[in-house]
């Protein structure tokens, strides 16, 4: 008994201090005292978080921003054919890294989980020593990390997040976004619904139960309002539901004529596929043909659906058939190096990470409130979207909108969607303050 | 680990947990695990797989919904830096409080039943809750964006005191200390060692031995006489305490609260954790908590590069092979790895992690071995 007693405790004296002795000058030296503000990079390299889903309903969108942030910090860094950084109007970055230090980066997954993707993020913050956060697939998500990275001094720039929240209500100083939000979406499909569909209509809402789809949702209810339609129910579904034929069989026998799906990712695929299984769109209601309506739209869910996008409207933030230079240079080099062409999740993260770096460039250093200065009020032009404005008030990019369709007779497996229209910026612009929120003041941590 | 008690061993486990706490950072740095997000995680769920362990390890009921308690905390002490103040302790208290209640009334109907009608009430219980919060209740819980902070949120306690967070996002404190980073750390640290003290005392009383009773055959109990149905009440609900003071925790360290956190998978989650260390052992819940977290944090974070720096001592072609097959272990594969590493103990170790620690220890201590070792014997997890 006794002896038993003094082995465990000879075993754990023993352990502690093995470790204290081991690990004693570490802590000491830790970089968390000093640094004028959160993780200041004093070696040769300087390190980015890239923060995306790799598992759960958006792993695809997750994959893709991925291979782009790889992409964008090869061109950061002089490597591979420079990409977009060549017909980018700013001609701070020489190729050569940010301020001199060679761009490094680690990577987590967020699993779509607000509080996996804070665990994360935190890992790359207080372990790692990220400069900057960037990805999220899911506006829950990004919203999330937005608040962790204001609160750890350090700058998140936000990837694929549409809901109006991440620049509205919950917009903080630290945060950026480059893509677009719903507000916008509804604001550009406006006007090519009243042509496609007319002004008398029925619309019913299926909508991913969180702040995306409840931001998309009443985007979309005022603009189609606006225009005379009605709007039948909106029912809200778990995210990640995979199976929505529940949802679907009482949109048959409601009397709505439009069918707006506010879903995306595998949400989108596994509803809109469904949706058409169920026939809807061979019906007729109120004398006119059924219509569907997908408001976000991307290639990687179209193809995923394969066939039923044919003729389905809905918008997008960039396209990778466009034709302006900006947009052929970042095609030809990804496609180059992964052998097919991007998203729009890749596009605008590609994007988020050369933004970043060139701020820190034009700023000469990566102090948060410095780079947030270099980059609010930034007017740009060559990354695919034509002259884009981040605006100071709210930290929003605004640029203009595409407005698409799914293609009738593809030409390949890529070329699944057709450009409609191109909403110019000037009709998707709001003020600033009709979304609430505010700023606050940057934290540069330290 | 139910006989071989005295004071003075049980002074000297303290002791040495005292230590382990105090010296965490730097034990696990060389392990790439001594930041403080993480070694709060260890603290925090160490904490909750400790209470489940009240339960589960003494009385040999096995809920599977004990995430319901873990997910209410958060909210409750969200609430409470929202509406009175960004004092942490009204939180805590909030939290254990709320939780208390809600435990009782899920006890009261759950322990109706017994083994694995038992399980799947809880687990009812917890998915019912997990999507109350989803859905029917978002106007307090915020769906699944989560609940978060805001600039002007009332905060009735410190307008009173005429503090004023100005423009500026509040964080947590406790009277003063911030709440994240080492300070969190450590908080969460002194409130692990008092919750594992006070669970070291359950599991040394009379108390804790009318639950081992209830657990080898509550059936002969009630036939002597004796109701355990008070018993098993009490030990669920200090059980799920212990898991509101665990999310109450989380929520300290960084204030938002999702409704994740109460899905079934996070119930499973504590049910493996206690597993891996050693159900019924005090210490064994701890161990196999960090083991879990420390696999979902730094195995998870394992990419194409780090793994191609690690094998960078073979030559190229080795190289690429040799991370081509790691590759499937790390990264989004961590669950892969926890997956296989949980079979072996079971089928090896069935008392878990602590078993094999006992096993080592018994190889030193020679004179002990001859058979008098009642402790050893596999405790099979139901």
């Known amino acids: 008994m006794s002896s038993n007693s003094f082995n465990r405790r000879s075993l754990l004296k023993g352990g502690v201090a093995l470790g204290a002795g081991l690990a004693a000058p570490t802590i000491f030296t830790s970089s968390a005292w000093a640094a004028g503000y959160t993780n200041e990079p004093t070696g040769s390299t300087v390190t980015f978080g890239f923060n995306v889903p790799q598992t759960g309903a958006y792993a695809d969108e997750g994959a893709d921003e991925l291979r782009a942030y790889e992409l964008a910090v090869k061109h950061i860094n002089g490597e591979g054919d420079g990409g977009m950084l060549n017909t980018f109007s700013s001609k701070a970055l020489q190729g050569n890294g940010v301020n001199g230090k060679k761009v490094v980066f680690v990577t987590g997954d967020t699993q779509t989980k607000s509080d996996a993707a804070r665990a994360s993020a935190k890992r790359m913050i207080e372990k790692d020593g990220a400069i900057m956060i960037t990805g999220g697939s899911s506006s829950g998500v990004a919203i999330a990390v937005q608040g962790l990275c204001q609160e750890a001094g350090v700058i998140f720039m936000a990837g694929l997040t549409h809901s109006n929240d991440t620049t509205g209500k919950d917009k903080r100083a630290n945060g950026f976004r480059h893509f677009f939000n719903t507000e916008m979406s509804g604001a550009a499909l406006g006007p090519v619904l009243k042509n496609a569909f007319g002004t008398d209509r029925v619309a019913y809402h299926l909508t991913a139960d969180y702040t995306w789809g409840w931001s998309q949702e009443g985007s979309i209810k005022k603009y189609t309002e606006a225009l005379g339609w009605q709007t039948e129910a909106a029912v809200r579904t778990p995210l990640g539901a995979g199976d929505f034929s529940q949802y679907i069989t009482p949109v048959l026998n409601s009397g709505a004529d439009v069918l707006v799906l506010n879903h995306y990712g595998k949400d989108m695929v596994n509803s809109l596929t469904q949706a058409v299984q169920f026939g809807l769109r061979d019906k007729q209601v109120n004398g006119k043909d059924f219509a569907i309506v997908v408001p976000l739209y991307s290639r990687l869910m179209a193809q995923g659906a394969g066939e039923n996008v044919k003729g389905i409207f809905g918008s997008t933030n960039w396209h990778w058939s466009l034709q302006d230079e900006g947009s052929k240079a970042f095609v030809k080099s990804f496609g180059q190096e992964y052998g097919f062409p991007p998203s729009q999740a890749a596009h605008t993260t590609y994007c988020q990470a050369l933004l970043y770096a060139d701020a820190c460039q034009r700023a000469g250093s990566f102090k948060p409130s410095d780079v947030g200065a270099a980059l609010e009020g930034f007017e740009f032009d060559g990354l695919g979207n034509g002259p884009t404005l981040y605006r100071a008030d709210d930290h929003q990019c605004f640029k203009d909108v595409l407005v698409v369709k799914g293609k009738e007779n593809p030409d390949s497996k890529f070329d699944v969607l057709e450009v409609v229209e191109v909403t110019p910026r000037a009709q998707v612009e709001y003020p600033a303050d009709l979304l609430g929120g505010e700023l606050g003041p940057y934290n540069n941590g330290g | 680990m139910l006989t071989q008690t005295s004071k003075k061993g049980d002074l000297l486990l303290l002791l040495g ?366």
């Open chain 2, 17 to 382: 947990f005292v230590l382990a706490v105090a010296f965490g950072p730097i034990i696990l740095q060389p392990f790439g695990a001594g930041y403080p997000d993480l070694l709060q995680k260890f603290a925090i769920f160490g904490i909750f797989a400790i209470g489940f362990n009240i339960l589960f390890g003494l009385t040999g009921y096995l809920s599977f919904g004990h995430a319901a308690f873990l997910g209410v905390g958060p909210y409750t002490a969200v609430w409470s830096f929202k509406l009175l103040t960004m004092n942490v302790v009204p939180a805590i208290i909030f939290a254990v409080v709320v939780s208390g209640v809600f435990a009782l009334l899920i006890g009261f109907v759950s322990l109706r039943r017994s083994g694995i009608y038992f399980s799947i009430l809880t687990l009812a219980f917890a998915q019912m809750s997990y999507n109350l919060a989803y859905s029917v209740l978002t106007p307090i819980t915020n769906g699944e964006t989560g609940l978060q902070l805001r600039q002007h949120d009332p905060r009735v306690i410190d307008t009173m005191f005429g503090i004023n967070y100005g423009a500026e996002l509040p964080s947590t404190t406790l009277f003063g200390i911030p709440m994240s980073g080492w300070s969190g750390y450590y908080f969460c640290g002194v409130v692990l060692i008092i919750m594992f003290y006070i669970s070291m005392r359950i599991f040394r009383s009379p108390f804790g031995m009318m639950l081992r009773a209830v657990k080898s055959n509550q059936n002969r109990m009630n036939y002597t006489g004796l109701n355990t149905r008070p018993y098993t009440l009490a030990a669920f609900v200090i059980s799920g305490m212990y898991a509101d003071l665990a999310g109450g925790l989380m929520a300290v360290t960084d204030p938002l609260a999702g409704a994740e956190r109460m899905q079934w998978t996070a119930s499973g989650e504590v049910v493996l954790m206690t597993i891996l260390g050693g159900t019924g052992t005090l210490l064994g819940p701890v161990i196999g908590a960090g083991a879990i977290k420390y696999f979902e944090n730094i195995f998870s974070a394992f990419n194409e590069g780090t793994l191609l720096q690690i094998f960078s001592f073979l030559p190229e072609g080795l190289q690429h092979a040799a991370v081509s097959v790691a590759a499937l272990f790390v990264g989004e594969g961590w669950h892969l790895t926890l997956g296989a590493l949980f079979m072996i103990i079971v089928i090896f170790l069935p008392g878990g992690l602590m078993e094999g620690v006992n096993r080592i220890m018994r190889l030193f201590t020679k004179s002990g071995s001859g058979g008098s070792s009642p402790q050893a014997t596999a405790q099979p997890a139901e």
